[in-house]
């Protein structure tokens, strides 16, 4: 099975006025069609396809967007607002962000009120989420080409085009008496690496433009299972600090390769 994230910001604003005449029906009408896609398709017949759309904080529609899942609306995909560095510092500080549209502004609105909305979605119905531009684009190793999306659970940003074999290494299988062996996780995660490097290679895809991405860039995503599981059987806390330490001994090795 797989997915696909989509970012509708380059779309124009619902009654933005076409250069053909007439007026456009808005980015979340198009979100309405991939919705419905998503509904349609069953992957092998038993389990529906996956989506996420995302839209820019700065976006005419971003209230309408985060306020859907509230609404029964785009009930087929996962909803992330794309957000920045600045604009979480406006939220917090009480500052106002421009909603605009290429160079057209439409208005002037407070920051915390977008992230108020949006806390209440995620609380409510479980999105909107949010993907962080700055620090998504921090570890992009091609500067030229900024990563605006990512794949339908948010795990893996990647490149127009870009698609993830993703794989999952059952952490609690490294528990020996009561100590973790990270060197032994650290060779597994190395080997799934491998093997997920061979799959890109070996995979068909439907797409010219997908085949030159993987090709190039070799996107993978080896994450881990069993975490909770993990922590009870070393007797560690999940909100404590050997929890946190615990955790960088397991990203140590991700970091460094």
Same mark, same amino acid.
Request: charged content about 20%.
């Given at each position: 099975?797989?997915?696909?994230?989509?970012?509708?910001?380059?779309?124009?604003?619902?009654?933005?006025?076409?250069?053909?005449?007439?007026?456009?029906?808005?980015? !979340?009408?198009?979100?309405?069609?991939?919705?419905? @896609?998503?509904?349609? $398709?069953?992957? %092998?017949?038993?389990? +529906? #396809?996956?989506?996420?759309?995302?839209?820019?904080?700065?976006?005419?529609?971003?209230?309408?967007?985060?306020?859907?899942?509230?609404?029964?609306?785009?009930?087929?995909?996962?909803?992330?607002?794309?957000?920045?560095?600045?604009?979480?510092?406006?939220?917090?500080?009480?500052?106002?962000?421009?909603?605009?549209?290429?160079?057209? !502004?439409?208005?002037?609105?407070?920051?915390?009120? @977008?992230?108020?909305? $949006?806390?209440? %979605?995620?609380?409510? +119905? #479980?999105?909107?989420?949010?993907?962080?531009?700055?620090?998504?684009?921090?570890?992009?190793?091609?500067?030229?080409?900024?990563?605006?999306?990512?794949?339908?659970?948010?795990?893996?940003?990647?490149?127009?085009?870009?698609?993830?074999?993703?794989?999952?290494?059952?952490?609690?299988?490294?528990?020996?008496?009561?100590?973790?062996?990270?060197?032994?996780?650290?060779?597994?995660?190395?080997?799934?690496?491998?093997?997920?490097?061979?799959?890109?290679?070996?995979?068909?895809?439907?797409?010219?433009?997908?085949?030159?991405?993987?090709?190039?860039?070799?996107?993978?995503?080896?994450?881990?299972?069993?975490?909770?599981?993990?922590?009870?059987?070393?007797?560690?806390?999940?909100?404590?600090?050997?929890?946190?330490?615990?955790?960088?001994?397991?990203?140590?090795?991700?970091?460094?390769?």
């Amino acid at each position: 099975g797989g997915g696909v994230g989509i970012n509708f910001s380059a779309l124009r604003p619902k009654d933005s006025p076409l250069s053909s005449g007439g007026y456009s029906s808005g980015a !979340i009408s198009f979100m309405h069609l991939f919705d419905t @896609i998503t509904e349609v $398709v069953r992957q %092998g017949g038993f389990r +529906r #396809g996956a989506s996420l759309f995302s839209l820019d904080y700065s976006h005419p529609e971003i209230f309408n967007f985060c306020r859907a899942k509230l609404t029964g609306d785009l009930t087929n995909a996962n909803l992330s607002v794309l957000v920045t560095d600045k604009f979480m510092k406006k939220a917090v500080n009480g500052g106002q962000i421009e909603l605009k549209f290429g160079n057209q !502004i439409y208005t002037k609105v407070r920051a915390a009120d @977008i992230l108020d909305l $949006v806390s209440l %979605g995620t609380w409510i +119905r #479980g999105d909107p989420g949010l993907l962080f531009y700055d620090r998504i684009n921090q570890d992009n190793k091609n500067k030229e080409i900024p990563i605006i999306t990512t794949n339908p659970c948010g795990e893996v940003p990647l490149f127009p085009y870009g698609a993830c074999c993703l794989g999952s290494i059952n952490i609690n299988k490294f528990i020996e008496g009561n100590e973790f062996n990270f060197t032994k996780f650290y060779e597994v995660v190395k080997l799934g690496g491998r093997a997920l490097a061979h799959i890109n290679i070996l995979n068909s895809y439907p797409l010219p433009q997908i085949q030159k991405v993987m090709s190039e860039f070799q996107p993978q995503g080896i994450g881990i299972m069993g975490f909770a599981d993990t922590l009870i059987m070393l007797g560690i806390k999940y909100d404590s600090e050997p929890c946190l330490e615990f955790i960088k001994q397991l990203g140590k090795y991700y970091v460094q390769g």
